[in-house]
């Protein structure tokens, strides 16, 4: 399984993310969708133009924007 996780500095929904996945022993590679132009343009594509973060895309599919219950970000 291969996640990506969209993500900017300093959010906290992003960090519970990044929590969860290294308690979990889950590997993901981790983007800047703030100061990072191509990585935000690649995010909003999967996300339709959602700008939310952390934005999760699981083997090349969109999973979710936002963490938690419900997710916010």
Not at 24 to 43: K, L, P, S, V
Request: hydrophobic share 25%; aromatic share 12%.
């Amino acid at each position: 399984m291969s996640i990506v996780m969209y993500t900017k500095p300093n959010c906290p929904y992003c960090q519970q993310a990044r929590d969860h996945y290294n308690d979990n022993g889950i590997e993901f590679t981790e983007y800047d969708a703030m100061y990072d132009r191509e990585r935000q343009r690649e995010m909003l594509e999967f996300t339709g133009g959602d700008p939310t973060v952390p934005a999760i895309v699981e083997d090349g599919k969109y999973v979710q924007s936002g963490w938690g219950d419900p997710p916010r970000g």
